[in-house]
């Protein structure tokens, strides 16, 4: 089956006579209700979508599933931007420059340009996956432990230029960070780590509660000691009203390179297995941070922070589905609960799918196109209910704010969800208070886990390889194991120039400066 015939099967597929594109509407509205509530999560809100699939075929079931998949991505930026509630941990980033927007009476650009970035990145990349999944499937399979350690250590090495003003601070709290990363079963002794007794602490720090902690629950406590409207008094809309407004031409001209830059890095991290959105957003957020011609507006409210954020991790959907289609791989969590569904239903997920039965490809490709395009006009109208919220005053949206944050931590069943999400949120005000980082913090947390599972794997495969040559070479198959293929070398000589260019930055920055002609 050649390009074009793919294709055509793929609109068959979603068109399905209009009841099947009916149901994609449907599902693209439930997902992005699904993103915009806090704490549930786009695997939470795939695994949501389930129950609807029950009585449908595979091919219809993955076109819905990916539906709800894509568009609770996107629907995570809506209270990011209104409230400073990442509806999904991939929206973290969001927060950083579209609440401050909000503030300001921006909240439409602000949605706007997260609407727009979100199309194009998702668009992107269910374009690359429909060209390039199994070429890029294949590179993916081929990165080892060793490489992926060297990825995620990347990832946490940025913290360096996160803050460039803050550097010591910036460190401290992502050490933090790492430390509740720490929480739960060593990988490899097996034993618990920092869990004080708690069972349900085994599996490790609900990134979920943490998140609604440090910043919704610190938002609320910081803002319930006054009692004016946000939508009159601080700026957001009028009377809680938001008109999304689509950035101008002049605008999204300067953002173009964000746009491309973060819509492939989110795609080829959403190729990596277990890498995933949240990854994307905050490397591509951090990366834009760094090339930027302005790096100290960031985090004040500009456009080019949220288009990175929304265009890197709309753009990880579609590589995520690249190794699940192909290799029968997830590339993340979602993508684990769409392979759980689709092997309910007796498919055999693989190489060998996109040989047998293609129309898998075409159908997903096809409903990535169509959602990415609608859920700009669904995500438009959800919006402007939720900003009718702002017209409450504070200190009657802010319990409220409080309980929707409070069912988003318990939805995992557990009420030691909710305890981690009270106690991150009074960190979250000592952190304001003593000018640390909060972002840091939630990227040593997810970051720090993966890097040491890597690490642990890569120890314990050259531990098994030395078993039986005795221990004078452990040490070097420990270094090969780690550092010995070209992929993690170059990564890791990148991370060592990246940790010490505090050092030698400023003498660069000097020459240069010393170069440039008077003005």
Same mark, same amino acid.
């Given at each position: ?9 793929? #609109? ?37 979508? #389930? ?27 809506? !209270? ?31 949605? &706007?340009?997260? #609407? ?52 010591? %601070? %910036? ?52 803002? !319930? ?18 008109? !999304? ?37 905050? @490397?591509?957020? %951090? ?13 004040? &409210? ?131 208070? @003593? ?30 390889? !030395?078993?039986?040559? &005795? ?49």
């Amino acid at each position: 089956m050649n390009l074009g015939e793919m294709f055509v099967s793929g #609109l068959s597929a979603v068109w399905g006579g209009g009841t099947m594109f009916l149901m994609v509407v449907v599902a693209i509205v439930l997902g992005t209700i699904f993103g915009a509530l806090p704490g549930v999560s786009a695997t939470m809100a795939v695994a949501l979508g #389930l129950t609807f699939t029950y009585t449908m075929g595979p091919v219809p079931a993955i076109v819905f599933l990916t539906a709800i998949y894509c568009s609770s991505i996107t629907g995570g930026s809506i !209270t990011a931007i209104l409230f400073k509630i990442p509806g999904v941990p991939s929206s973290a980033p969001t927060t950083f420059d579209g609440y401050p927007m909000a503030q300001r009476g921006e909240a439409g650009k602000a949605l &706007g340009v997260a #609407l727009l970035a979100s199309a194009v990145g998702g668009l992107f990349s269910a374009l690359v996956m429909f060209l390039l999944a199994t070429p890029l499937s294949k590179a993916a399979l081929a990165f080892g432990n060793g490489d992926m350690f060297a990825i995620t250590f990347l990832g946490l090495s940025i913290l360096i230029v996160l803050d460039t003003e803050h550097i010591l %601070t %910036t460190i401290i709290s992502g050490l933090l960070g790492l430390l509740l990363a720490c929480i739960g079963q060593d990988p490899m002794a097996g034993v618990a780590r920092l869990t004080f007794g708690q069972t349900s602490l085994l599996s490790g720090m609900e990134m979920i509660p943490v998140l609604i902690g440090l910043f919704a629950v610190t938002e609320v406590l910081k803002q !319930t000691n006054t009692k004016k409207r946000l939508s009159a008094e601080d700026g957001v809309g009028n009377k809680g009203k938001v008109n !999304t407004k689509m950035p101008t031409m002049k605008e999204l001209w300067s953002i173009k390179f964000t746009l491309l830059r973060c819509s492939i890095v989110g795609t080829v991290v959403g190729i990596l297995p277990g890498a995933g959105a949240t990854i994307a957003s905050f @490397m591509c957020y %951090t990366m834009e941070n760094k090339l930027s011609k302005y790096p100290e507006k960031f985090g004040t &409210g500009i456009i080019d922070g949220i288009a990175a954020s929304e265009a890197s991790n709309n753009a990880a959907t579609g590589g995520a589905m690249v190794p699940l289609l192909c290799l029968g791989i997830p590339g993340g969590n979602a993508a684990a609960v769409m392979a759980s569904a689709l092997a309910l239903k007796g498919v055999q997920m693989g190489p060998r799918l996109l040989n047998v039965q293609p129309e898998f490809l075409s159908a997903t490709f096809i409903t990535m196109i169509v959602t990415n395009i609608l859920m700009v006009i669904v995500a438009i109208g959800i919006a402007k209910v939720f900003a009718q919220i702002l017209a409450v005053p504070y200190y009657y949206l802010g319990p409220i704010i409080l309980l929707l944050a409070t069912i988003g931590s318990f939805s995992e069943g557990n009420i030691v969800g909710v305890s981690v999400m009270v106690i991150a949120g009074i960190v979250g005000i000592i952190v304001k208070y @003593m000018h640390l980082n909060s972002a840091a913090i939630v990227l040593g947390l997810v970051l720090g886990g993966m890097c040491e599972k890597y690490f642990s794997q890569a120890f314990q495969k050259a531990h098994i390889v !030395t078993a039986q040559m &005795g221990f004078g070479d452990y040490a070097a198959k420990v270094f090969e194991s780690l550092f010995g293929s070209p992929i993690s070398a170059i990564v890791m000589t990148a991370c060592i120039l990246l940790l010490l260019s505090p050092i030698y930055m400023p003498f660069v920055k000097k020459i240069t400066g010393k170069n440039k002609p008077a003005a």
